[in-house]
């Protein structure tokens, strides 16, 4: 399992900025793909940290630094790699991930890694050009030509049959690990908290956020978190807003759910809302109490 969204020229930088930048986090996603790309048009803008002034900013900073830490603490962001690995590789040891690579016939070409890059929407070639501009040398920079033939579509042509050895060669070392999980904070999961928090969610929610971002990538598409969000927003109010957090995200779910299903070829299950996330808040556990017992593809899983 991975997500699907065709990811557009701002992200590439995005990826870019994230492997190459070094700094330290100012709290903000300054260089967050979605800061990069323009406003949606509409009643609603997508991402509230786009476009917004200094002062605006410090503001969001404050609210985001008052509220409960929720997935910020070690202990909560293990859970959530757990529960993003039970979707995306059926399991719980994630650190198993940085190698794991599959074609699973969805139309996107190989899926790979800790947030499932995928040859076929551009994810996976700019992860590699970033990677292989700091590291020339490692297995996977003979196979840039054939990763941007490939690029949109599902094939393998000049990928095999020695591609997945490589990826999984690379994996090997720790600077490719490291990369990976700079990725998956800095332009997934960060982001996906500080707005979770700036609405009003707790742990479940900003696990919730952090999930669709993954799967659908972070764009202002309607089939991209941002436009699920804002689907969302258009019949619900956050908890910021006033509104009641079940409520919220048993609308955001739907809406997610509605997306994942569109995707013809895709994403035809849809254990981690159904027999996951829908669990949780169905129990009421919004801050992702522990222990955890979940399905996902059938197989059941368990934290402690």
Known sequence: MTR???IAAPIAIAVSLVLNSGGEDTGLPTHSPTAAAPKATGPVNPDPFAGADEAEREEMNERVAEAPAGL???????VAWKLLASAEGSTLDWRTQYGAIEDSGDGTGYAAGLVGFCSGTHDMLTFVEAFTRDHPDNPLAPYLPALRKVDGTGSHEGLDPGYTAAWKKAAEDPAFRKAQEEVRDKQYFEPAVRL????GLGALGQFIYFDAMVLQGPGHEADSFYGIREATLAEVDTVAEGGDESAYLDMF???ARAVMKSKKNQQHDTSRIDTAQRVFLEDENMDLELPLTWKMYGETFHIP
């Open 72 to 78: 910020a603490t070690p202990r909560m962001r293990e």
């Open 4 to 6: 699907f969204a065709l």
């Open 196 to 199: 979770a928090k700036l609405d």
């Open 253 to 255: 779910l739907d809406k």
